[in-house]
């Protein structure tokens, strides 16, 4: 027999046929979509072996594999710039001098507020920067901004007895810190992380806007060399797959490693020494 929870009540057997037939209208609906795409493309020609053929050439593999090399390499530089930007930033708006304080929170809405394509633009148009590094730098700004809010957000979801405790032993800020606040809050603050370079690495596309050669780059210049109609379509279908796919990966590592860090700590049984008879106090029987 079901029982309700806190939360609702179980569905019964009235509330389950009518979400099982909520579920096969939306399959239908889902499914009549995803038909109708694929009538289009079929109807264009999109599946013929004269828009495929390209895709077999080594010059254009070459070009699509440098691409995503390029893309990659944006993603790592922005990924490992954004963290210790986060870092740092965060830091700043835990601190106690007001003055860093109010700096690091202004930093922090600022480059929060500003599109990532404006500061793009900005850093590659006026500062006559490389595509590369004013890509690296848009992605940095943005990101290591988030970031920086999720790290501050994790530090105070920590219990705030275990920062009083540690101060009641003694230890310094930076101790408190960097022994008790941040690795406590890591667990909860791994996932919100992995989410947002998900974020940063499918931002890694607006760098084609300033010629960056990455993988969306290199599409546009195949597609814009082929002599038939509509060749963004083929294009679009090989790389998109490979882009969904890299997020997904990111997404499932996000989702292994909170499911990972909310099991139970494993404790390892120690030994402990026998009782020995003490010294009696006075008075003592």
């Known amino acids: 027999m079901t029982e309700s929870t806190a939360l609702y009540d179980i569905p019964g057997p009235h509330a389950r046929r009518r979400h099982l037939l909520y579920g096969l209208a939306s399959t239908v609906v889902i499914l009549a979509l995803a038909g109708w795409f694929l009538y289009l493309l079929f109807d264009t020609e999109q599946f013929t072996s004269t828009k495929w053929s390209p895709f077999l050439y080594e010059g254009i593999q070459e070009l699509l594999l440098e691409g995503l090399g390029n893309t990659l390499k944006a993603f790592a530089y922005a990924s ?7 870092g740092v930033l965060a830091a700043g708006r835990l601190s106690e001098h007001r003055a860093l304080r109010w700096i690091s929170t202004l930093l922090v809405e600022f480059f929060r507020a500003m599109p990532v394509l404006v500061m793009i633009f900005f850093i590659f148009v006026a500062l006559k920067v490389q595509p590369l590094p004013a890509l690296v730098a848009g992605l940095t700004l943005y990101n290591g901004s988030v970031l920086a809010e999720v790290f501050r957000t994790g530090i105070h979801a920590v219990a705030r007895g275990q920062g009083e405790a540690a101060y009641a032993l003694g230890m310094r800020k930076t101790q408190v810190m960097t022994y008790v606040l941040v690795p406590q809050a890591v667990r909860a603050m791994l996932p919100a992380i992995i ?7 499918k931002d890694t596309s607006l760098g084609f806007l300033i010629t960056y050669e ?3 780059h290199a599409g546009k210049l195949i597609a814009s060399n082929l002599d038939y109609d509509l060749p963004f379509i083929p294009v679009v279908l090989v790389i998109s797959p490979i882009y969904i796919g890299m997020c997904m990966l990111l997404s499932w590592f996000a989702t292994w490693v909170a499911r990972r ?4 700590p494993k404790t ?3 030994d402990i020494a026998p009782a020995e008879p003490g010294t009696l106090l006075p008075g003592a029987q």
């Open 80 to 86: 490992v710039l954004s963290l210790a930007l986060g």
């Open 195 to 201: 989410s947002q370079l998900v974020v940063a690495l």
């Open 214 to 216: 990455e993988f969306l």
């Open 261 to 264: 860090e909310r099991r139970s």
């Open 268 to 270: 390892k049984a120690v």
